[in-house]
């Protein structure tokens, strides 16, 4: 009997952050992870916040078994580059990717010093290939001096090959008499434009009775968008969920009539991304390229951004979207690492 070979890729380490909490470039490398473990590829996933030694094992490792190492940083701090270069001194064997995903990434490189320049041009150019999250992360890297043929550009998002769209039982405590349900994730940074989202709100609020605002983020930031709307007389309207786990998020998602996404700066948005593909309105700042789904509102602008989300209520919710409708970066990522999705299969 004939025996059908399979193709057998080297093994992908994906070094980044991991959940909890869900958000941002934690939940793009769980996701990425998921869907190669789906495609038949052996990955191992390693979050360096949590543990040196367990790292450098998985690095020295990678590199005896020409394995490919996969780095996911933000990249607008020289933190991000010193684990860039940790990571390729550890891994000098490997096939080296490193996915850079601030939306402040183009403010970063135009403030570098001539010198800063040139040890940042220094280092990028071991790494084997640049991942940009936007054309315009990849446009401020070629004006430094990176190859552009060494700089591909993939979405952060990377939908779910196994769950069907409903399928979570993850609660939110969202089971309560239908309200128009808003939901958003904040943090800390003011990036994230906290002060537009109370402003936005309570204007729509006022128009809007039914309106109920869902929060969810790190670092207390939603309880203190909480406590500065109940400070409008909004206190009733508006819950504080914490950090969620990404399921709690999709869940979350499902169960909202839309998302809003204010910030001043994106590079770009797992959870716009996500929140289309289970068939959520989108609002968000004009700060980023969005998927053609998503109404935009000028960044910065408060009161476009209470009448966009008011438009936006008044449409139908968007169909399900598939993957490939709103820029799933998976098949990219795979050609990045020299592989196909056929044959990864």
């Known amino acids: 009997m004939l025996k059908t070979s399979r193709v057998r890729h080297p093994a992908l380490l994906l070094i980044g952050p991991l959940p909890p909490p869900a958000g941002g470039i934690a939940s793009s490398v769980e996701s990425l992870a998921s869907a190669a473990v789906h495609h038949g590829i052996d990955v191992r996933v390693v979050d360096p916040a949590r543990g040196k030694l367990r790292l450098v094992k998985a690095l020295l490792s990678a590199s005896l078994a020409k394995s490919v190492v996969h780095v996911h940083v933000c990249g607008h701090n020289w933190a991000c580059h010193a684990l860039i270069a940790f990571a390729r001194a550890l891994a000098p064997k490997s096939r080296f990717i490193v996915t850079l995903h601030s939306?402040?990434?183009?403010?970063?490189?135009?403030?570098?010093?001539p010198l800063g320049r040139g040890a940042l041009l220094a280092l990028l150019a071991r790494v084997d290939e640049l991942v940009c999250v936007s054309a315009k992360n990849r446009d401020a890297l070629a004006s430094i001096g990176v190859p552009a043929e060494k700089i591909s550009v993939a979405s952060p998002f990377i939908a779910e090959r196994s769950a069907a769209p409903g399928s979570s039982s993850a609660s939110t405590e969202v089971?309560?008499?239908?309200?128009?349900?808003?939901?958003?994730?904040?943090a800390p940074e003011a990036l994230y434009g906290a002060d537009l989202l109370v402003d936005g709100f309570a204007t729509l609020a006022a128009d809007l009775p039914a309106t109920e605002l869902y929060l969810f983020g790190t670092g207390g930031a939603d309880r203190a968008v909480a406590d500065a709307l109940s400070t409008r007389g909004l206190a009733a309207r508006v819950r504080a969920l914490g950090e969620l786990s990404r399921a709690e998020v999709h869940t979350l998602l499902r169960d909202s009539d839309l998302l809003v996404r204010?910030?001043?700066?994106?590079?770009?948005s797992v959870n716009v991304r996500e929140a289309l593909s289970v068939g959520c309105r989108v609002v968000a700042s004009d700060a980023a390229v969005r998927p053609p789904a998503v109404?935009?509102?000028?960044?910065?602008d408060a009161a476009a951004f209470a009448s966009a989300m008011a438009a936006s209520l008044a449409e139908s919710p968007p169909a399900l979207a598939p993957e490939r409708a709103i820029d799933d970066g998976f098949e990219t990522l795979l050609g990045v690492y020299g592989w196909s999705a056929t044959s990864a299969l």
């Open 103 to 113: 939306g402040i990434l183009p403010e970063f490189l135009r403030r570098l010093s």
């Open 175 to 186: 089971d309560r008499p239908k309200s128009i349900r808003l939901c958003a994730m904040v």
């Open 262 to 268: 204010p910030t001043y700066a994106d590079g770009d």
């Open 295 to 300: 109404r935009t509102f000028p960044t910065g």
